[in-house]
């Protein structure tokens, strides 16, 4: 699954404007829909709260790093990924 996920971000649309969709998401959500998962289901095989995806999703990085860990887990990523990322990937 996880070359199929590599592929899936590697396959990001280019938008008009010369940025492609990576440029306007973050890492977590990228490796999400890529791992095609939704917010909830990552919330509940996570089993952390819906509300911390979503701020992870939106640039609050200020969760615990437990949260981290297991969302990480989930994704199949290493945590350095996760971590080492600024609120948006770039391409």
Known sequence: ???????????L??????HSEAD???????WRRANNLTQEEL????DVSI?????IETGNFSS??????KISRILRVHI????GSSKNITS
Do not use: C, F, H, W
Request: hydrophobic share 40%.
């Open 80 to 83: 350095s990924t996760i971590l």
């Open 64 to 69: 615990p790093m437990i949260t981290y860990i």
């Open 24 to 30: 306007e998401i973050n890492i977590v959500e990228a």
């Open 13 to 18: 649309r280019t938008r008009p404007n010369g």
């Open 1 to 11: 699954m996880r070359a199929d996920a590599q592929r899936q971000l590697k396959s």
């Open 51 to 55: 509300a911390e995806i979503v701020d």
């Open 43 to 46: 919330s509940r095989r996570a």
